[in-house]
């Protein structure tokens, strides 16, 4: 195990989803389950089994099982996500089959964990310090004909300077995050005005996307390190070489990243 596979050497995704997960209702479900919606049908979810990996509030493997998920096996790194996690499906989702265990998408072995018929792992890949090696070990849990849905990062020009700017702000106090926050948020609503877009309104309609909050996808974005990036192209090249078949992206080219990255969508099946 490399340095950045470590925990100790990763920014605190759990408190962040500690802090997220006591505003999360009825109203953050339902957009969740919108936006897994978004990648799979409906009768793709219902009666599967579904591996979540890296699933920080819960949020997901609860929004996976309110549209039918026979079982979910929840995974994360940090002991905090996973009590989140824990407690969020112990309020909404009691009597249903899941659990919830802190592990490292490194340790998990297919003899031991899976196959499952749906392996998902949102925004948490190019956070483990090994990019390529996460995706083979989370793609050995896919069975004969499942899927494999993800987001990644799309690279950006800026990528060095958000690396930096990134192991900066994990080491930095409390006050300075708060600063980093409020000029970013700053940035971004300038940008925003420059492009004629209304910044009330993005904040207004921000749930939207999966059931989530800007002030902590702030917080998340300006610490989430480890860092990686990747381009669409070299994900089917990757996925194809694992047998697997693309079944649909939402996917954009590499940006100049002046506000950051946005996360790229992509489901593949495995060929039988
Ligand atoms: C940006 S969050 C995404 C959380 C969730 N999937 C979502 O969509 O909201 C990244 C999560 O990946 C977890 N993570 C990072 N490295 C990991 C690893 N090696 N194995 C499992 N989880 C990991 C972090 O602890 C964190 O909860």
Redesign the pocket.
């Known amino acids: 195990m490399t340095d950045l ?1 470590d ?1 100790e050497s ?1 920014f605190a ?2 408190e962040n ?1 500690a802090a997220y997960a006591e505003s999360i209702g009825e109203e953050e479900i339902g957009e969740a389950e919108r936006g897994l919606l978004k990648l799979l049908d409906r009768d793709e979810i219902e009666g599967r089994s579904f591996a ?6 819960g ?2 493997a609860l929004a996976a099982l309110r549209l039918g998920a026979r079982s979910i096996n929840a ?4 002991k905090n ?1 996973v009590a989140t996690a824990r407690a969020l499906l112990t309020r909404h989702a009691a009597g249903a089959s899941w659990s919830v265990t802190e ?5 998990l072995d297919p003899a031991e964990h899976g196959p499952y018929d749906i392996v ?6 190019h ?3 090994n990019l390529d090696k ?1 995706l083979r070990n989370a793609t050995a849990l896919v069975g004969n004909n499942g899927l494999f849905v993800i ?1 990644l990062y799309r690279r950006t020009t800026l990528d060095p300077f958000w690396i930096a700017e990134k192991k900066w702000y994990m080491r930095a106090s409390p006050n300075a995050q708060k600063r980093a926050q409020t000029a970013y948020r700053a940035a971004l609503r300038l940008g925003m005005a420059m492009s004629g877009r209304n910044f009330s309104e993005y904040v207004e309609n921000y749930r939207s996307r ?1 059931g ?1 909050d800007l002030d902590h996808d702030i917080h ?1 974005w300006l610490g ?1 390190y ?1 860092y990686e990036a990747i381009l669409e192209p070299e994900v089917d090249d990757f996925l194809t070489r694992m047998d697997f078949e693309k079944s649909r992206s939402i996917a954009r080219p590499k940006t100049f990243g002046l506000l950051g990255s946005g996360c790229d969508e992509y489901v593949y099946r495995k060929n039988s």
Not at 75 to 78: G, K, M, R, S, T
Not at 103 to 107: D, G, P, R, T, Y
């Open positions: 596979e925990v990763h995704f759990g989803w979540d990996i890296g699933c920080g509030s949020l997901h995974f994360d790194i940090d996500s592990k490292s998408v490194f340790e998902y792992s949102w925004g948490v890949l956070h483990t310090g996460a987001a999966r989530m998340d989430g480890p």
